[in-house]
């Protein structure tokens, strides 16, 4: 399956278009573009590699995704909600989600 997801990541201004995609519903490549030069580091190191869908979620935050988002996305970056969209965008190609919009609203 195809899943496709862009993401406005807040104040900082970036979109990040991702394209995941899953032909035995089960193994996912991701194609990342980005605005943003960390998350661009972040779709470096997942680029090429295929992502086995039902791992990524039995190994949660020490699967491929969320293992690669904390090395490259530190300081006021480690709460971006990129790997957040990221992570479900495997989880929807893989079939294992069901795809709904995710949103986030901060309010002071």
Sequence with gaps: MKCSSQI????C???TTIAADSPDDMMVTLDIQTDCEKVAALAGKLAGKEIDG???IGAGANGVVLTAARE???GCCAACVVPCG???SVQVAARVALPKD???????
Excluded at 8 to 11: E, K, N
Excluded at 102 to 108: G, Y
């Design 8 to 11: 406005s990541a807040g104040i």
């Design 13 to 15: 201004g970036f979109t």
């Design 54 to 56: 039902y791992a990524e």
């Design 72 to 74: 490259t996305l530190l």
């Design 86 to 88: 990221i992570f479900k």
């Design 102 to 108: 995710i949103s986030i609203s901060l309010k002071t």
